[in-house]
């Protein structure tokens, strides 16, 4: 076993810590929060032109043919940063099940636009359940002649606003089985059919509600082959729960630090609040939650890296992910005391994040029916 | 990166299965798991005579010592096996082969290597060792010790009262930490340790039940007791930083073992619920249930992890300053939460005695419920270890 990175990877953290520090301080994080965008233009093009938006793209579409770990590596920096845009719904949740599922001529049309950092997607799943089951899924996608004719609603799609692409789940026919009879396809955002309209968050990222009024999609539009599409959604939700994973344990270990510096600073009776055992012992209880995600979110990582991903894994990480950001950043506000709560403050951006990390890609329910199972518990 | 155990990790757990099997009546585990102690001495040192012959006892120690200078990683796999399946006499006392041993190859005179390693490495009763640290006024202020060792031409006379001594009713031999110098500038800085007989005259060994009658934990008298200082340690004064390093070596153990004895629990709290009918469907089906049992799966993943990355650590020949640290916080409350959620889910049944016929799971879950609580407080209670944590981890101030 080896726990340790190899020196390329350090560096990548390195370049990425510097680069996010200078690029996106939290001033620009507010900046952003109150922009109608979402993303700083720059910034993004800047980062395409350093290869991390095409990071694990073939070099074939413009991409650096690094290894999945390094990406996780990169969106760690990102969580710690909690740098604002699209860089999750773009890479994590379509460039990734592109490279996997995408035909040659799918492939060289979408993802080169993507690495050069000229066309933004974003992925279409959830429903009015909230949920992310196939038997949440009800859009319908009629095929009429030699198109498909999308009819229904999407709910917390990311960055919807600012997208080229959409991949939406839908279904295609009737089946028994509520895993059977779904399709992926793209579907150009732009359709004059779609209605996007903003659902407002917590989190001051940017979700949508996205309506599809009889959006015409012709065929080849469909990723991988028809019907198979929930294949698709579980590589995804799979794939992007470690990203998921990685921004929050980036978050987390800011918010640790931030918090450890602050309690060596803020004197009452004389002392620093840090010589308290009460406060330690806070801060002792984040750092095992931040350590216990970071070794899971590594384990999972590195497992798809080499090409033996394990879902009993990744939803370990994630479940672990879910409930250690959260109690991270609850402790961290207590520990701060009443400054902890206010909007100069850095820990309330973090904190009003939760729940939008907790319900990507899979939340605490779904990742702990992953583990029942893998423990042996019939299903019902 | 690399997260693969090696094929000789796994060939070992294979073979302690095997092992398991062929040795261990089917209901040992009712006196074992977390527990730790054996009511059939007998048994527990036929058992460590049989791990001696399989080159496990003692496996990562060097061959010279009887060893096979297997990897950390190895041992850590070894340990981790050897609380899944209960299997008794592997520590030899609690410390023989766990930091005795280890410790006196690191500042042990070569008569002492000689003269105490072989019989730790073979399994012989003469290689069980206790550990005599605790006294009545040195808990988690383990340096505040007052049992004295004074020099005495060649001999140190022992006089002072140990307690909390596990397995001093069983060892031959005792691991003692005792006062050689006396209005230090520290008190930490006048500690020495020492080798005693426990057959030495002035040694009285007085049992400590505890809250469920069961005798693991000992006081220990030394009434002028006298010792050849040919027993004394490494250097006169310098014990405080040997034992650092025993305790670093005793923690480093609790996540592997921890997560073991877990794991098992785990494991057949899930048969159980599928093997368990209510309101007409298994409890395996019950929502509740299912997400109890994953959220301790997703703990005992951690502590797995923890387990391996300290040993990683080590065996790179760093030194850890807060990993065992967080290990044992970590072990601890893996435990207690096993233990409660073992208790939620076998129900009423949870308060039927262990040997009872009424008991579920040959009374693991009563073992573990009754035994966390004092496993927590052994070895650095929670509190301590997370100070540890805010000072080496955190750069905090010392706060005890």
């Avoid at chain 2, 030899?92 to 280890?102: A, D, E, N």
């Avoid at chain 2, 060649?154 to 307690?163: A, F, L, P, S």
């Avoid at chain 2, 005792?178 to 209005?183: E, I, L, V």
């Avoid at chain 2, 020492?194 to 008298?221: A, C, Q, W």
Wanted: with cysteine; aromatic share 10%; net charge negative.
């Amino acid at each position: 076993m080896d726990f340790g990175f190899a020196e390329e990877q350090d560096m990548l953290r390195a370049s990425a810590r510097d680069f996010l520090a200078r690029e996106c301080p939290k001033a620009k994080v507010r900046e952003i929060d109150r922009d109608e965008k979402g993303y700083d233009p720059q910034v993004w093009h800047d980062m395409a032109r350093l290869g991390w938006i095409g990071l694990v793209l073939p070099d074939e579409y413009g991409g650096m043919g690094a290894s999945f770990m390094d990406l996780a590596i990169l969106m760690e920096e990102m969580g710690r940063n909690i740098l604002p845009g699209p860089f999750f719904s773009t890479v994590a949740l379509c460039a990734l099940p592109l490279l996997e599922f995408g035909n040659d001529d799918q492939k060289r049309e979408y993802l080169p636009q993507i690495s050069s950092g000229h066309a933004i997607w974003t992925f279409a799943l959830t429903e009015t359940s909230g949920r992310y089951k196939a038997t949440d899924v009800s859009l319908r996608a009629a095929r009429e002649g030699g198109d498909y004719i999308l009819r229904g609603h999407k709910l917390f799609v990311a960055d919807a606003h600012i997208a080229d692409h959409i991949l939406v789940v839908g279904r295609t026919g009737e089946s028994t089985s509520p895993e059977d009879a779904i399709t992926v396809l793209i579907v150009n955002a732009r359709d004059p059919n779609i209605r996007i309209e903003p659902l407002p968050t917590i989190g001051g990222d940017r979700q949508f509600e996205v309506s599809f009024d009889s959006v015409q999609v012709p065929s080849d539009s469909v990723l991988d082959k028809v019907g198979r599409g929930w294949n698709i959604a579980e590589f995804v939700l799979q794939r992007a729960a470690v990203l998921k994973c990685a921004e929050m344990c980036g978050a987390c270990q800011a918010v640790l630090d931030t918090t450890n510096s602050y309690a060596k600073e803020r004197i009452q009776f004389e002392r620093p609040i840090g010589s308290f055992q009460a406060i330690q012992h806070k801060l002792t209880d984040m750092v095992i939650d931040l350590e216990a995600v970071q070794y899971l979110l590594y384990q999972a990582a590195w497992a798809i890296s080499v090409g033996s991903p394990s879902p009993w894994q990744i939803s370990a990480a994630k479940a672990k992910a879910n409930q250690a950001y959260q109690r991270i950043c609850i402790d961290a506000i207590a520990v701060h005391g009443a400054i902890g709560y206010t909007m100069d403050d850095d820990i309330g951006l973090y904190y009003r994040r939760v729940k939008a990390a907790e319900y990507a890609a899979g939340d605490s329910d779904l990742h702990r029916e992953v583990l029942a199972a893998g423990l042996g518990l019939q299903v019902s | 990166m690399d997260f693969r155990l090696g094929e000789k990790e796994l060939a070992l757990k294979e073979e302690i299965r095997k092992f398991a099997e062929a040795e261990l009546p089917a209901d040992l585990v009712r006196n074992t798991l977390i527990d730790g102690e054996f009511r059939d001495f007998e048994f527990e040192m036929s058992v460590s005579r049989k791990l001696a012959q399989k080159g496990w006892l003692v496996m990562s120690w060097p061959e010279r010592y009887g060893g096979r200078n297997a990897s950390l990683f190895e041992q850590t796999v070894y340990e981790m096996e050897i609380a899944y399946w209960g299997i008794p006499g592997a520590w030899m006392g609690i410390s023989g082969t766990q930091w005795v041993g280890p410790c006196l190859m690191m500042f042990g005179t070569e008569q002492q290597k000689e003269r105490y390693l072989p019989s730790i490495a073979s399994g012989e009763k003469d290689g069980v060792w206790c550990t005599c640290y605790s006294e009545p006024n040195a808990g988690s202020d383990f340096a505040n010790i007052r049992t004295r060792a004074d020099r005495e031409a060649d001999d140190y006379i022992i006089n002072g009262q140990k307690v909390w001594t596990s397995a001093a009713h069983r060892a031959r031999w005792c691991w003692l930490a005792a006062r050689t110098a006396f209005n230090t500038a520290k008190k930490h800085q006048g500690i020495s340790i020492f080798i005693v007989d426990m057959k030495s005259p002035g040694v009285t060994v007085n049992p400590i039940l505890n809250y469920y009658g069961r005798h693991h934990f000992n006081e220990v008298f030394f009434d002028n007791v006298r010792i050849p200082a040919s027993n004394l340690v490494g250097e006169e004064n310098k014990g405080w930083y040997y034992l650092m390093q025993s305790l670093a070596f005793e923690r480093r153990s609790l996540a592997p073992t921890t997560y073991g004895a877990c794991r098992r629990i785990v494991e057949d709290l899930a048969r159980y619920a599928g093997q368990t009918r209510y309101e007409g469907q298994p409890l395996s089906q019950n929502a509740v249930v299912r997400a109890k049992l994953a959220d301790l799966a997703v703990d005992l993943e951690v502590l797995k992890m923890f387990a391996f990355q300290l040993a990683w650590r080590i065996s790179l020949g760093q030194i850890p300053t807060y990993e065992s640290s967080r290990n044992k916080v970590m072990s601890d409350d893996v435990m207690k939460r096993v233990a409660i959620v073992g208790t939620e889910i076998l129900g009423a049944y949870s308060q039927a005695d262990p040997d009872s016929e009424w008991a579920k799971l040959d009374g693991a879950i009563q073992g573990a419920y009754l035994g966390f609580p004092g496993q927590a407080i052994a070895a650095g209670t929670a509190e301590v270890e997370k100070s540890i944590i805010g000072q080496f981890r955190l750069g905090l101030p010392k706060s005890y």
